[in-house]
């Protein structure tokens, strides 16, 4: 599933330069964190990578949390096409598009869905890290799509779970 995004986020004052492998290949990769990314509630199970309707819990019936919950997902990893968008009277924008993940993410439950605030990191070549530093620190626009991991399918867990229950009180029984 893809989540198509438009809204502003925060975008720290800093970030770093990382040598990594993609695909085996010896690669830079350039790393920034970011906050506020606002993600609405009918995205926040995929999100999370659960069942569908399992976060209606967390919700009151006019869309406010019911706690101050803020969920980490560091282990998901969620691919993004787009572009960071800033100042646009200097044509301030990186495009991310290719290997671009947001990592090491947590959701802040707010009024109709979440906060997603997390790491995007991208391949880079040469000087290209520098085109980020004017938007360091900035209030900028995220415009693109996220693509989430597969939902979770719970009822074809409940049956394996089912039948595995049923496979260990048969071999007891015999």
């Given at each position: 599933m893809r989540?198509?995004?438009?809204?502003?986020?925060?975008?720290?004052?800093?970030?770093?330069?990382?040598?990594s492998k993609i695909d085996g290949l010896p690669s830079t990769?350039?790393?920034?964190?970011?906050a506020g990314l606002f993600i609405d509630r009918e995205y926040s199970d995929e999100m999370l990578g659960l069942p569908i309707a399992a976060t209606t819990l967390l919700y009151a019936d006019d869309g406010v949390p019911v706690s101050m919950i803020a969920i980490s997902r560091k282990q998901i990893v969620y691919e993004f096409s787009g572009a960071?968008?800033?100042?646009?009277n200097r044509n301030e924008e990186i495009s991310?598009?290719?290997?671009?993940?947001?990592?090491?993410?947590?959701?802040?439950l707010?009024?109709?869905?979440?906060?997603?605030?997390?790491?995007?990191?991208w391949p880079v070549r040469?000087?290209?890290?520098?085109?980020?530093?004017?938007?360091?620190?900035?209030?900028?626009i995220l415009i693109g799509h996220i693509s989430l991991p597969e939902q979770i399918d719970a009822f074809a867990q409940a049956t394996a779970k089912n039948r595995e229950i049923t496979k260990k009180i048969s071999g007891a029984m015999q």
């Open positions: 989540i198509q995004v438009h809204n502003t986020i925060e975008i720290a004052k800093s970030f770093s330069v990382k040598r990769l350039a790393c920034v964190k970011f960071i968008s800033g100042n646009k991310l598009n290719g290997t671009t993940h947001i990592e090491k993410s947590e959701l802040q707010v009024k109709g869905g979440a906060l997603l605030s997390g790491r995007i990191s040469g000087d290209e890290v520098e085109d980020l530093e004017p938007l360091l620190g900035q209030t900028c």
